[in-house]
């Protein structure tokens, strides 16, 4: 009886570790290839894998200023990411996000810098501020919205759709920065909106960094979002149409209402993204600031397992291989593009986890990430 009393802690240990490391460990592995990968590529061009590696870490986090670079490369990639994986949870493929980030921004730099010539008077920053952040998150739940409706009425493929209307998003945003939005200083030669009011900027954390309260604001939201989907109605119904929308429906779930939803509220992550970056770092939208954001949010959503807190840790990584890679050019005169070969690697054995099961002979499981339910399913 004493043997049984003092094995049960043990067990009762196991059972709460061993689905957390059944969770990171083919992530950990896809990360870990991929930079033995990267490292042979960087060989065979001439290069020393060991100093580009120590560049890179040198300059992710070798001081408080890198660190900071780091957390400000991460914000936008979290709440870009949370929108992708938002929209996995509900069995949708958004790949959207880029314009509905793109319009988020440009939401936020308006009312920002335009709403007080309006009204005539500077608004005070307890209004501006989520004012400006809120036109953002509406201006990129609308858009998200679009090809959502669509798929719930029409049967629209939700990827065709969120990519053509990436093109959409993307061109207006330069119609507007280049001509009724663009910036008259006579100084002024590029295609970007005039800078925001003082009442509409996000605070600094830290004095002489640039790590600002946008990023403990993704954290928050990151547990919002997990909140969300595993303890409401809500992110029971959005999870449950995305593994099975033939039993939702026969749940009696309103499958139509989810999907708009589902794509509305990643939308408004992804405008959020825009949003803290107008607000909290270049304090006006400039063209293609953002470009890349929403391609490397899918990555990252895979990457995290479309877990908000995998999503977190994800877009660390990446904010710390973006931010890295000068200091790793600087040192060894390896081009910072090799950082984006090994983001495609880590992709790609994330995507197709068979090969790293393969590789270290690891037993597949049953449950496995559905993506989205087909062109019109």
Do not use: C
């Amino acid at each position: 009886m004493q043997s049984t009393g003092d094995n049960q802690p043990k067990q009762g240990w196991r059972q709460v570790a061993q689905p957390v490391i059944n969770a990171i460990l083919v992530p950990f592995l896809a990360i870990f290839t991929a930079v033995i990968v990267g490292g042979v590529i960087i060989a065979i061009v001439g290069g020393d894998p060991f100093a580009a590696y120590l560049g890179l870490a040198q300059g992710a986090f070798g001081s408080a200023k890198a660190w900071s670079e780091t957390l400000v490369w991460a914000t936008p990639y979290i709440f870009a990411g949370l929108a992708v994986a938002l929209a996995f949870k509900g069995g949708l493929f958004n790949i959207g996000a880029e314009g509905q980030l793109a319009f988020g921004a440009v939401a936020t730099a308006w009312v920002g810098y335009a709403l007080p010539e309006m009204l005539g008077f500077d608004i005070p920053g307890l209004l501006h501020l989520p004012l400006a952040v809120g036109a953002g998150i509406l201006a990129g739940a609308l858009w998200a919205a679009i090809p959502g409706a669509l798929r719930a009425y029409a049967g629209g493929s939700e990827v065709i759709n969120t990519i053509m209307m990436n093109y959409i998003a993307l061109n207006i945003t330069s119609f507007l920065l280049n001509g009724p939005m663009k910036d008259r200083n006579p100084l002024n030669v590029i295609a970007r909106t005039p800078e925001i009011a003082e009442g509409a900027r996000l605070p600094v954390i830290f004095d002489g960094l640039r790590v600002h309260w946008g990023f403990p604001l993704a954290l928050l939201v990151a547990f919002g979002v997990w909140y969300l989907l595993w303890k409401t109605t809500l992110g029971f119904e959005i999870r449950t149409v995305g593994a099975n929308p033939d039993a939702a429906k026969y749940a009696g779930i309103n499958f139509k209402r989810i999907i708009i939803l589902t794509m509305a509220l990643s939308g408004l992550l992804a405008g959020m993204a825009g949003a803290v970056e107008v607000t909290g770092l270049n304090y006006r939208h400039e063209l293609g600031f953002s470009i890349g954001y929403g391609f490397d949010a899918i990555a990252i959503a895979l990457l995290g397992k479309t877990h908000p807190m995998g999503v977190v840790l994800a877009s660390i990584l990446f904010g710390a291989m973006r931010n890295g890679a000068t200091r790793m050019q600087f040192l060894t005169q390896i081009p910072v593009d090799i950082i984006s070969v090994i983001q495609a690697l880590i992709l790609l054995f994330v995507a197709a986890d068979a090969i790293i099961r393969y590789i270290y002979r690891i037993k597949a499981k049953e449950d496995r990430l559905v993506l989205t339910r087909g062109w019109r399913g």
